[in-house]
């Protein structure tokens, strides 16, 4: 069971958004040292020493310059459960732009967290952060991950046709985007 002391930057009804504390790790590197996590990222499991460095990294990351990512570990409220983690990388300051990402744990796919977690994160960028436009890059052979976004009403911008290679394999990717104005439009009708 992971602590759910920190305090929470959002909320649903099933799960909880707060930064990563120290003693998430074991947890967190649980479900992100499997290979199958990155699958679809272009890249090895990384090492034990970089997982951890990356982890610790993002402990006290600021959200305020491109590039910055603000991570949240996304904790079940039943049972304190870490489910996975999802996260908002400012990729234009000057066009209140950033990019959305998650990951899930395995053990606990296909019960909408993923969705549920990943609508709280976007609702947070346009309240909290006055954020304009939030996107996400997929491999567009990624079923679960296009199911997400297109479940929570964001719009196919665009199909990058063999724009990535990994192990000598070519991949597509998809861009998908809303606007600040259109989630607030759709807000009736999201996922949740």
């Known amino acids: ?19 990563f504390m120290p003693e998430d790790f074991e947890a967190y590197s649980a479900y992100r040292s499997l290979p199958e996590i ?3 990222l272009y890249r090895d499991p990384p090492s034990p020493e970089a997982l951890r460095e990356r982890f610790d990294a993002r402990l006290h990351s ?11 570990a996304v904790i079940r409220r039943e049972d304190g459960a870490l489910v996975g983690d999802v996260s908002l990388t400012f990729r234009s300051k000057a066009a209140l ?3 959305i990402g998650y990951t899930s744990n395995p053990v606990y796919a296909r019960k909408g967290y993923t969705t549920e977690a990943t609508e709280a994160m976007i609702t947070l960028g346009f309240e909290k952060f006055g954020l304009h436009r939030i996107f996400a890059r997929l491999d567009a052979k990624n079923a679960g991950s296009v ?7 964001l719009r196919r911008e665009a199909l990058l046709i063999e724009n990535d290679r990994f192990n000598g394999v070519w991949g597509d990717e998809c ?18």
């Open 175 to 192: 861009v998908y985007a809303v606007l600040s104005r259109e989630w607030a439009a759709r807000a009736p009708n999201r996922a949740g």
């Open 1 to 19: 069971m992971i602590s759910n002391d920190a305090k929470p930057l959002a909320s649903t009804k099933r799960l909880i958004l707060r930064r």
């Open 38 to 40: 990155y699958r679809f």
């Open 97 to 99: 732009q950033a990019e």
């Open 147 to 153: 199911g997400v976004v297109e479940r929570l009403g």
């Open 62 to 72: 600021q959200f305020l310059e491109d590039g910055d990512t603000l991570l949240c």
